[in-house]
């Protein structure tokens, strides 16, 4: 959680605090030397080894993330909800590889460690007009409500992605670091607090009604059949023909 201040309104001088939640932190890393996964599986646990992929795939609870490692020592983990967390789980896992390999003799460092993308929300205090904000920002923006959800807008500093939805909420990815998401919902702010609305006045369209589709030749039988009958104890208006107790003694 990343706390956040913003101005409540143009010109004023109230501020109010905001917190970004990040969902997920991928990184990967490697390690200099050569894993061997069957041992690495034979003594941890959680774990899930496929011998034709050559992956083993790991699940940690502190922090909570999914952990996949490679033979060639390339580790990637997925999960982690801060990037500290992230740096955390990269050096338990590395230190957990490095005490099954039986090299604790040896020093063993995290060779080219990077974050690659950071999930990220926040939620604004106001609804915003999406396809205004197209209007006046064609170049930066990409808005196809028949295909996406909401307006997507490409940052190059920070390189990130943002998708913006009308009730206010803000999805950041491809940011690579927590002080580039707080700069890209910071950047966004400025541009989407002309465009404000109330989110109980958006209106939303109810969805149509499908007619029901009819097999002509299905309802074509069906008519013939209550026009002429059939053989199964219907007469020619259609109707069963229901017999008594009386009739059935009077036939014998």
């Known amino acids: 959680m990343l706390p956040?201040?913003?101005?409540?309104a143009a010109g004023s001088n109230s501020e109010s605090y905001m917190t970004i939640s990040i969902n997920n932190v991928v990184c990967n890393?490697?390690?200099?030397?050569?894993?061997?996964?069957?041992?690495?599986?034979?003594?941890?646990?959680?774990?899930?080894?496929?011998?034709?992929?050559?992956?083993?795939?790991?699940?940690?609870?502190?922090?909570?993330?999914?952990?996949?490692v490679y033979n060639s020592?390339?580790?990637?983990?997925?999960?982690?909800?801060?990037?500290?967390?992230?740096r955390q789980a990269?050096?338990?896992?590395?230190?957990?590889?490095?005490?099954?390999?039986?090299?604790?003799?040896?020093k063993v460092c995290l060779r080219k460690f990077?974050?690659?993308?950071?999930?990220?929300?926040?939620?604004?205090?106001?609804?915003?007009?999406?396809?205004q904000v197209n209007r006046k920002y064609p170049k930066e923006t990409y808005y196809?409500?028949?295909?996406?959800?909401?307006?997507?807008?490409?940052?190059?500093?920070?390189?990130?992605?943002?998708?913006i939805h009308t009730t206010g909420t803000i999805v950041v990815t491809g940011a690579t670091s927590e002080a580039d998401v707080s700069l890209a919902v910071e950047k966004i702010y400025g541009y989407v607090k002309d465009f404000q609305c109330d989110i109980s006045k958006i209106h939303h369209p109810a969805p149509r009604k499908r007619k029901p589709v009819i097999n002509e030749e299905f309802s074509n039988i069906k008519r013939q059949r209550y026009e002429f009958g059939d053989d199964d104890g219907e007469d020619e208006t259609g109707v069963d023909q229901i017999f008594d107790d009386e009739n059935e003694i009077n036939d014998f």
């Not at 020592?73 to 992230?86: D, L, P, Q, R, T």
């Not at 050096?91 to 604790?104: F, Y």
């Not at 909401?150 to 992605?161: C, D, N, Q, V, Y």
Request: proline content about 4%.
């Open 4 to 8: 956040w201040m913003m101005n409540t």
């Open 29 to 68: 890393y490697s390690l200099p030397m050569h894993v061997d996964l069957r041992k690495f599986a034979l003594n941890s646990w959680n774990c899930s080894y496929d011998r034709t992929g050559s992956i083993l795939t790991k699940q940690k609870r502190h922090p909570g993330c999914h952990v996949k």
């Open 73 to 86: 020592g390339k580790v990637y983990i997925v999960g982690c909800k801060s990037e500290a967390a992230s």
């Open 90 to 106: 990269a050096r338990s896992v590395g230190r957990e590889i490095q005490k099954i390999m039986g090299k604790t003799d040896q």
């Open 114 to 131: 990077r974050i690659n993308n950071i999930l990220a929300t926040c939620k604004f205090p106001f609804g915003i007009l999406i396809d």
């Open 144 to 163: 196809e409500p028949e295909l996406t959800v909401g307006l997507i807008w490409r940052m190059t500093e920070p390189k990130a992605s943002v998708r």
